[in-house]
C-alpha cells in the first residue's frame, strides 16, 4: 500500500478553499447554462412567430400577422406570479424539464394580463384583446424546484386563474413577464374598426386597430431583446460544494489499490454502458489509474446502446449505428419510429418508420416531421388525429397546423362526450362541441340516466 504524506498532512487545510471555489464555480455555471438555454429557447420561439411587419394597414385586416412594437398598459396592471410586482402581462410555465441544461417545454400554463394593452406599431396604436401568453419574457425567473411545493397562496392564484392545481403536476415552474415600454413580437390576427371623427377635416374616418388571438388559444408575445435570467440556486450550488469538502477530507486516507481482477471488474462494467471494454493500468499521483478503453465491433455489440439505441458498430473510437438492421429491434424503433440510420444514430427518416411505430397505432404519431432536429413522428393529417385518444373522447379528430383540434360537427358527433353528455354540435366562434338543441341531449346517456334532456346555455339539464 503507498502512502500520500503530503495530501494527508494538508487535506484538510486544502478543502475548505477548494469547497468555497466549488460553490462559487457551481453557482456561476448555473447561472450560465440556465440564460444561455433561455437566451436559445428566446431565439427559436421568436423565429417560430415568423417575420415581424414593421406597420399595419388595411392590407393587414383579417390576417394572422406577427407585428413589432413597444407594449403599453392603458390601465389596470397585473401582478407577476413570483413576486406581486406590477406589470403589463405575465406566464407561469408547468416545464417539464428535469435538469438547468434542459429548456422548459409547455404542457400546461397560466397567464395574467393588464385590463388595457396596446401596442406602438410605426407610430399606430394596436389594442390587444383577449387572452395573452408570454413565451419569451423581458424577465425570466427559472427557479429550479419542484412546482409541487408551491406555496398555497399562489397555487391559490393559478387555480383561479389557469383552472389547475400546479401542486398536482409534476416538473418545474418558470415564469416569464413583461413591462411597459418593452420591445416584444406579438402574433395574432389584425381587425379594425372606424370611428367618425368630426364633419370636417381632413380625414373624416379613422381605423383603430386591434390584434386578437383569432384561431389560437391566446396572442402570443416575444421580448424582442434576450431575456435577463434569474435562477434560485441554495441546496442546488451549496450541495454539491459540501459533498466535495466531505469526500475530499474522507478520501485523504484511502489508498487506491486495485489489483488485475478490480480492474477487469471495472471495466466490465463499463463495457455494459458504453463500450469501454479494454484496461490500461497506470500510477497516478494517489495510487494506481484505470482507464477503461474502447474496443472493436465485438465490444460495442456488448454494451446496452447495443440494444437500445442500435449502436453496435465501432468507428473511430465510437460505438455509432450504421445500418437499419441494427436500428430495426431497438426500443426507438419500434415505440417510436426511430429505424433510420444518419450521423451514427437511429433516427426517424421514411414515413414507413412513423406507420409501423407503436406511438402511430396507440397516437396517432403517424407522420415524419423531418425538419425538426432530431427528426420525430407526429401529427400530419385527419387520419393521425382520428387514432388519437383525444379524438375518441373529446372530437379533436381534424388536423391543423401539427396539432389535432375539433373543426367540424362530424368530430363532435363520434366522441364519447357526445354519447355521454350530448354535446354533438361544433360551435365554429369557440371551436367546440356544446349541445346546442335538445336533440343533442335526448340520445345521451345523460338523459336516459339523468333525465338531462333540454339543451340549457351549451350543455344538458
Partial sequence: MTTIPWYLEHALLLSVPLAVILLLTTGWLVTLVGSRQSRAQAQDRRRNLGDPI???GPRDEDHDVVVRGTLRVASGPCQRYEDGKPVAATTMEVSTARTWYEPPKLPAASHRRAEALRLEVGGRPV??????????GAHEYWPGTDIDGTDDELANQIVTDAGFDPRECDGFAVYRSLQDGDEVLAAGQLASSRAREGSTGYRQQAMTWRLHPGDELAVRLCAARPPRFRTRRRLLVAGPALLFAVGLVAYAGIFLD?????ATATCDRRCFRNGECDFVVTWGIVGLDIDCIKGPTPHCERMRDCVELGRCTASQGECIADSRE???PTAGCVDAGRCTPKAGECQVGTKED????RACKTEGFCTPHLDVEPPICGYGSDGDCRRTADCKLRGLCSHHQGRCVTAKAEDCQQSRYCRDDGLCSFDPERRFCIAKTDADCRKSRACQQFNKCRAVHDVCR
Avoid at 389594442?127 to 419569451?136: D, E, K, T
Avoid at 412513423?354 to 411505430?357: H, R
Fill in 258 to 262: 486495485l489489483d488485475h481482477a478490480e
Fill in 54 to 56: 414593421a406597420d399595419v
Fill in 354 to 357: 412513423c406507420l409501423q411505430s
Fill in 127 to 136: 389594442a390587444l384583446s383577449g387572452p395573452i401568453a408570454v413565451q419569451v
Fill in 326 to 328: 441494427r436500428c430495426l
